[in-house]
């Protein structure tokens, strides 16, 4: 079982563009959802990119039991950078487990101004879904400057890495090694840990590499199709 219950009660979950971060947190939210009893809620507060939003899996994760905050617009044919006044609940209701979909970059986590007041630190988890095949986080000057952005944006600080590197449909776990390289780097000079090493199960047919940082991960696809 993937211990997300020694994680803060607020898990906010960010990452740059094509981090997987979205794919990370569906997956997460439904780890936390078998683990814990009680209630548990997810808010895809991403209002920058349009695609592959945690919003999209509303009606599967409500059958589930977890509970799904976004637009308060609802339709298929809505999108609009609006989010619910419904997310501060389960900040204030401690009888919440929560796990926050924030949107990518600094732009994206504007939208935390809402609920930064109402933050406690000691029950807050920063979250950040690295994927090392991306552009701006392909080296471990890349991940310190996109993380120094998000938190000055979010004003919150980074409590630990997702090393979620992958090819999609091409990953092997020669990546999930070589992401372990940059982040034990940046761990190195950062002080932040690897909580875990995401992957999708159905993907990888060998066998995963011993000693990586952070706990393993397995995910299933939820945000692409079988095309994708």
Same mark, same amino acid.
């Given at each position: 079982?993937?211990? &997300?219950?020694?994680?803060?009660?607020?898990?906010?979950?960010?990452?740059?563009?094509?981090?997987?971060?979205?794919?990370?947190?569906?997956?997460?939210?439904?780890?936390?959802?078998?683990? @814990?009893?009680?209630?548990?809620?997810?808010?895809?507060?991403?209002?920058?990119?349009?695609? #592959?939003? =945690?919003?999209?899996?509303?009606?599967?994760?409500?059958?589930? *039991?977890?509970?799904?905050?976004?637009?308060?617009?609802?339709?298929?044919?809505?999108?609009?950078?609006? &989010?619910?006044?419904?997310?501060?609940?389960?900040?204030?209701?401690? =009888? #919440?487990?929560? @796990?926050?979909?924030?949107?990518?970059?600094?732009? *994206?986590?504007?939208?935390? *101004?809402?609920?930064?007041?109402?933050?406690? $630190?000691? /029950?807050?988890? #920063?979250?950040? @879904?690295?994927?090392?095949?991306? $552009?701006?986080? =392909?080296? $471990? /000057?890349?991940?310190?400057?996109?993380?120094?952005?998000? !938190? @000055?944006?979010?004003?919150?600080?980074?409590?630990?890495?997702?090393?979620?590197?992958?090819?999609?449909?091409?990953?092997?776990? =020669?990546?999930?090694?070589? *992401?372990?390289?940059?982040?034990?780097?940046?761990?190195?000079?950062?002080?932040?840990?690897?909580?875990?090493?995401?992957?999708?199960?159905?993907?990888?047919? !060998?066998?995963?590499? !011993?000693?990586?940082?952070?706990?393993?991960? $397995?995910?299933?696809?939820?945000?692409?199709?079988?095309?994708?």
């Amino acid at each position: 079982m993937i211990m &997300v219950t020694d994680d803060k009660r607020v898990r906010i979950i960010t990452g740059h563009y094509g981090s997987g971060k979205t794919e990370f947190a569906v997956n997460y939210v439904t780890a936390l959802r078998e683990s @814990v009893e009680g209630k548990v809620a997810i808010a895809d507060l991403d209002i920058v990119n349009v695609y #592959f939003r =945690s919003r999209e899996k509303k009606k599967e994760l409500e059958e589930k *039991g977890i509970t799904v905050i976004a637009s308060n617009l609802e339709g298929a044919g809505v999108d609009v950078p609006a &989010v619910s006044g419904a997310m501060t609940t389960p900040v204030t209701d401690k =009888s #919440f487990q929560y @796990v926050v979909d924030l949107g990518g970059n600094d732009v *994206g986590t504007l939208v935390l *101004g809402r609920i930064k007041p109402l933050l406690d $630190p000691a /029950e807050t988890d #920063f979250l950040m @879904v690295v994927n090392t095949y991306r $552009p701006n986080t =392909s080296t $471990p /000057e890349g991940v310190i400057e996109q993380m120094e952005n998000l !938190e @000055v944006a979010a004003g919150l600080k980074v409590t630990g890495f997702i090393n979620n590197t992958n090819l999609v449909r091409e990953t092997t776990a =020669s990546c999930l090694s070589e *992401g372990d390289a940059i982040l034990r780097e940046v761990t190195k000079r950062t002080g932040i840990p690897v909580k875990y090493v995401s992957y999708v199960e159905e993907l990888l047919t !060998e066998d995963i590499p !011993e000693g990586l940082a952070g706990e393993l991960f $397995p995910m299933k696809f939820n945000m692409r199709k079988t095309w994708m």
